[in-house]
Protein backbone atom coordinates (compact mmCIF):
# COMPACT_ATOMS: atom_id res chain seq x y z
CA UNK A 1 0.00 0.00 0.00
CA UNK A 2 1.82 3.42 -0.70
CA UNK A 3 -0.14 6.99 -0.35
CA UNK A 4 1.47 9.62 -2.37
CA UNK A 5 1.07 13.15 -1.34
CA UNK A 6 1.39 16.49 -3.60
CA UNK A 7 1.13 19.67 -3.25
CA UNK A 8 1.50 22.16 -0.35
CA UNK A 9 3.59 25.80 -0.90
CA UNK A 10 4.07 29.19 0.68
CA UNK A 11 1.11 31.39 0.01
CA UNK A 12 -0.14 34.54 1.78
CA UNK A 13 -2.46 34.84 4.53
CA UNK A 14 -6.05 34.21 2.85
CA UNK A 15 -4.88 32.43 -0.02
CA UNK A 16 -5.42 29.14 -1.53
CA UNK A 17 -3.92 26.07 -1.44
CA UNK A 18 -4.72 22.06 -2.94
CA UNK A 19 -3.07 19.24 -1.23
CA UNK A 20 -3.26 15.59 -3.11
CA UNK A 21 -3.13 12.16 -2.05
CA UNK A 22 -3.28 9.09 -4.17
CA UNK A 23 -4.03 5.56 -2.65
CA UNK A 24 -2.25 2.56 -4.57
CA UNK A 25 -1.74 -1.17 -4.13
CA UNK A 26 -5.13 -2.58 -2.65
CA UNK A 27 -8.85 -1.20 -2.82
CA UNK A 28 -9.81 0.97 -0.54
CA UNK A 29 -13.30 1.00 -0.75
CA UNK A 30 -13.80 0.25 3.23
CA UNK A 31 -11.91 2.89 4.07
CA UNK A 32 -11.47 6.07 5.68
CA UNK A 33 -8.97 8.68 3.92
CA UNK A 34 -7.65 11.74 5.99
CA UNK A 35 -5.40 14.61 6.19
CA UNK A 36 -3.46 15.64 9.65
CA UNK A 37 -1.43 18.08 10.20
CA UNK A 38 1.57 18.78 12.61
CA UNK A 39 3.26 21.96 13.26
CA UNK A 40 6.61 22.60 14.87
CA UNK A 41 6.41 21.94 18.90
CA UNK A 42 2.78 20.54 18.81
CA UNK A 43 1.37 17.00 18.37
CA UNK A 44 -0.05 16.07 14.96
CA UNK A 45 -3.84 16.83 14.78
CA UNK A 46 -6.38 15.40 12.30
CA UNK A 47 -7.55 18.40 9.52
CA UNK A 48 -10.09 16.30 7.88
CA UNK A 49 -11.35 12.70 6.75
CA UNK A 50 -13.41 11.20 4.27
CA UNK A 51 -15.11 8.06 3.44
CA UNK A 52 -14.22 6.40 0.84
CA UNK A 53 -17.44 4.23 -0.08
CA UNK A 54 -20.11 7.12 1.22
CA UNK A 55 -18.38 10.54 1.07
CA UNK A 56 -19.45 11.03 4.20
CA UNK A 57 -16.90 14.10 5.90
CA UNK A 58 -15.45 15.35 9.66
CA UNK A 59 -14.03 18.49 9.40
CA UNK A 60 -11.83 19.53 12.76
CA UNK A 61 -13.45 22.95 14.25
CA UNK A 62 -10.79 25.15 12.77
CA UNK A 63 -10.77 24.82 9.49
CA UNK A 64 -14.79 24.19 8.87
CA UNK A 65 -15.96 26.63 6.20
CA UNK A 66 -12.40 27.28 4.72
CA UNK A 67 -11.13 23.29 4.30
CA UNK A 68 -13.56 20.95 1.76
CA UNK A 69 -12.49 17.15 0.96
CA UNK A 70 -13.50 15.85 -1.83
CA UNK A 71 -12.40 12.30 -3.84
CA UNK A 72 -12.15 10.86 -7.28
CA UNK A 73 -12.81 7.28 -7.45
CA UNK A 74 -11.21 6.64 -10.79
CA UNK A 75 -7.92 7.93 -9.94
CA UNK A 76 -7.82 6.73 -6.09
CA UNK A 77 -7.22 9.96 -5.09
CA UNK A 78 -8.48 12.74 -2.33
CA UNK A 79 -8.32 16.17 -2.28
CA UNK A 80 -8.10 18.38 0.73
CA UNK A 81 -8.72 22.08 -0.72
CA UNK A 82 -7.54 24.53 1.37
CA UNK A 83 -9.58 28.37 1.45
CA UNK A 84 -8.60 31.04 3.30
CA UNK A 85 -5.78 30.41 4.68
CA UNK A 86 -3.66 31.45 8.04
CA UNK A 87 -0.61 30.91 9.56
CA UNK A 88 -1.75 28.76 11.87
CA UNK A 89 -2.31 26.45 9.32
CA UNK A 90 1.35 26.23 8.84
CA UNK A 91 2.30 22.68 9.30
CA UNK A 92 3.35 19.80 7.33
CA UNK A 93 0.13 18.13 5.60
CA UNK A 94 -0.16 14.14 5.83
CA UNK A 95 -2.46 11.85 4.23
CA UNK A 96 -3.51 8.87 5.94
CA UNK A 97 -5.52 5.69 4.63
CA UNK A 98 -6.77 2.58 6.91
CA UNK A 99 -10.33 1.22 7.26
CA UNK A 100 -11.13 3.03 10.40
CA UNK A 101 -13.74 5.89 11.80
CA UNK A 102 -14.44 8.57 10.36
CA UNK A 103 -13.52 10.57 13.21
CA UNK A 104 -10.48 8.59 14.42
CA UNK A 105 -7.53 10.67 15.57
CA UNK A 106 -5.11 8.03 15.41
CA UNK A 107 -4.71 4.47 14.63
CA UNK A 108 -3.85 5.03 10.68
CA UNK A 109 -1.90 2.08 9.32
CA UNK A 110 -1.29 3.89 6.25
CA UNK A 111 0.86 7.36 5.44
CA UNK A 112 1.94 9.32 2.97
CA UNK A 113 5.07 11.62 3.17
CA UNK A 114 4.28 14.82 4.18
CA UNK A 115 3.70 17.97 2.60
CA UNK A 116 4.48 21.76 3.67
CA UNK A 117 2.18 23.97 3.69
CA UNK A 118 3.70 27.61 4.48
CA UNK A 119 0.85 30.60 5.24
CA UNK A 120 2.55 33.88 5.43
CA UNK A 121 1.44 36.72 7.05
Known amino acids: VQLQAFGGGLVQAGGSLRLSCTASGRTFSSDTMAWFRQAPGKERELVAAISWSGGSTYYADSVKGRFTLSRDIAKNTVYLKMNSLKPEDTAVYYC???????????????WGQGAQVTVSS
Open 96 to 110: AADQIGLASMGGYDY
